[in-house]
């Protein structure tokens, strides 16, 4: 996947809204105000961090060379996937889907429920 292929699924779950943090080189995407995905912009590594269950993050890093920790959120369960690397496409999009559905289960019940139905 290329980064506008990132950013175009991304916008595609219900909800989400993007913005620059802090510097022009990365995207962050939110849902419901919560981080589910950080997109970088890096011409030459362009990779996505994504959140995930602690089972699903080590089998993940266990799976693929292009997937490592995101030390950068000081969260164990986040992991960083470079885009330009045999993983394939929809393995990308379940990790970034896996992501949102993380945040989606932490967020007040009323609120998640309308998540759920759809």
């Not at 959120?73 to 393995?91: A, C, G, R, V």
Request: hydrophobic share 35%.
């Amino acid at each position: 996947m290329n980064i506008e292929e990132v950013r175009i699924y991304s916008l595609s779950l219900k909800n989400t809204t993007e913005s620059f943090p802090f510097d022009d080189v990365s995207l962050v995407f939110k849902v419901e105000n919560k981080m589910y995905l950080l997109l970088s912009l890096d011409a030459e590594e362009p990779n996505i961090a994504v959140k995930c269950d602690p089972e699903a993050a080590t089998e993940l890093r266990e799976r693929y060379a292009a997937v490592c920790p995101a030390y950068h959120f000081n969260k164990k369960h986040w992991n960083t996937i470079y885009l330009e690397s045999d993983m394939p496409d929809t393995e990308i999009k379940e990790q970034i889907h896996h992501s949102y559905r993380q945040v989606i289960a932490k967020l007040p019940k009323k609120i998640r429920d309308a998540y759920e139905r759809e």
